[in-house]
């Protein structure tokens, strides 16, 4: 079955470091791969996606992610992270007519 | 603002009731697709519809079930709830069904009690 894997519960990092939120995929064919954001009591919202061409496809708030086939991962990366940062990520990716989504990520960012 | 709407916010009610959640798609979006998520399940997507049209089915139960409306917009209707039918529902759109981002709104809490 295909799927995206969020291996991590929590990612702690302090303000002014970088940030990384790690997802694996398992889908077959080219994936179309996507992060989210949610912040608490709010919907989620889009930060970016791959669907082909470059690896390293940027997105809103200064995040970005790269796409590597040889490893199949889709890690979300932030240079500088911001306290404002806190909040869930989800990974996911499109098959069968849907997003299909991670379990999240709950990331936290000590100041 | 993402431009989704969903009606009510909140939503309280007892075991057994039945209840409809409402969403406006953004405007020119075709696509609607409807999540629930819950601490225990995550994110699960529930159904989706295009332009009226039923397009896929992932885990929604038998006592649930949806529509979308000519004028695009869409109800989630649940019935025979039971407590642990507790959970944030999503609405999301996009302009088409299809390999894209979708938009969210900002859910209605349902409580079950």
């Known amino acids: 079955a295909q799927s995206v894997a969020q291996p991590e519960d929590q990612v702690n990092v302090a303000e002014g470091n970088p940030l990384t939120v790690k997802c694996t995929y398992s889908v077959s064919g080219n994936p179309y791969l996507f992060w989210y954001v949610q912040y608490p009591n709010r919907g989620l919202q889009f930060l970016l996606k791959y669907i082909t061409g470059d690896n390293l496809v940027k997105g809103s708030y200064g995040f970005e992610a790269e796409f590597n086939k040889s490893q199949t991962s889709f890690h979300l990366k932030k240079p500088s992270a911001l306290v404002s940062d806190s909040a869930l990520y989800f990974c996911a990716f499109y098959g069968n007519n849907r997003l299909a989504f991670g379990k999240g990520n709950q990331v936290v960012v000590i100041p | 603002d993402s431009g989704v709407t969903q009606t009510p916010k909140h939503l309280i009610t007892a075991t057994g009731q039945r209840v409809t959640l409402r969403c406006s798609p953004r405007s020119g979006d075709l696509s609607v697709y409807w999540y629930q998520q819950s601490l225990d399940q995550g994110l699960q997507f529930l159904i989706q519809?295009?332009?009226?049209?039923?397009?896929a089915k992932g885990n929604i139960l038998e006592r649930f079930s949806a529509q979308q409306f000519p004028d695009l917009h869409s109800e989630l209707n649940l019935s025979s709830l039971e407590l642990g039918d507790s959970a944030l529902y999503f609405c999301a759109s996009s302009p088409m069904t299809g390999r894209t981002e979708a938009f969210f709104g900002q859910g209605t809490r349902l409580t079950v009690v």
């Open positions: 519809y295009y332009n009226g049209e039923e397009r």
